[in-house]
């Protein structure tokens, strides 16, 4: 279900289990409500970068269609749980 957001999802080279993943340009909207409504907002810098907190699991949601991923175990089952 979750592969009709995901453009792209690439491993990190820091050693925390980080991942970047690119959202496909037309469900950048409907993947913002769903984070937001999902985590913790525990940051907001300007307009473009919103960082929320699922468990240990950090992602910073950038407006350009980016998800940054730090501490997540399993990216796949992470991203099919806060995007069903």
């Known amino acids: 279900m979750y592969q009709k957001y995901i453009d792209s999802i690439v491993e990190s080279c820091k050693k925390d289990n980080s991942y970047v993943v690119m959202l496909k340009w037309g ?18 810098i300007g ?15 950038y407006r350009t269609g980016k998800l940054m991923l730090s501490e997540v175990d399993h990216v796949e089952k992470f991203l099919a749980e806060i995007l069903e």
């Open 27 to 44: 469900t950048i909207d409907e993947v913002y409500e769903k984070i937001s409504k999902k985590g913790k907002l525990i940051q907001k």
């Open 47 to 61: 307009n473009m970068v919103e960082k929320f907190q699922f468990d240990k699991t950090s992602l910073s949601f």
